[in-house]
């Protein structure tokens, strides 16, 4: 193994070990290029997640989990705004997983 050739004695195993794991979290993976749902965030968010209005947040750049969990909470109802309630109804939890990624991938402004 090459990498047993450049580390010390049992430390290429471990490193490919942590490799494998770190390839297979879903947690870590690299966002989708083209989430469900993405063109009807782009109008208002834009592909760069930069708002196209003061009144419009920046998503680029935000946390994931802050992201997922707002986009949860305008499709239950607890937050309240009336396009957003609209564009979260048929959003599945992985629709909205993938662009919380996909966003929260992007670099901010």
């Not at 004695?9 to 070990?17: L, Q, R, Y």
């Not at 969990?69 to 957003?84: D, I, K, P, T, W």
Request: charged content about 15%.
């Amino acid at each position: 193994m090459i990498l047993n050739s450049i580390l010390p004695s049992g430390a290429g195993v471990a490193a490919f070990a942590l490799l494998a794991v770190l390839a297979a979290a879903p947690g870590w993976a690299a966002p989708s290029a083209n989430p469900v749902g993405l063109p009807d965030c782009t109008p208002c968010h834009g592909m760069d997640g930069i708002g196209r209005d003061a009144e419009i947040p920046n998503l680029a750049g935000q946390n994931e989990a802050y992201l997922l969990n707002q986009l949860r909470a305008f499709r239950q109802g607890r937050r309240s705004h009336r396009e957003m309630l609209y564009m979260s109804r048929t959003l599945s939890d992985d629709d909205m997983k993938a662009l919380a990624a996909y966003f929260a991938a992007l670099p901010p402004r």
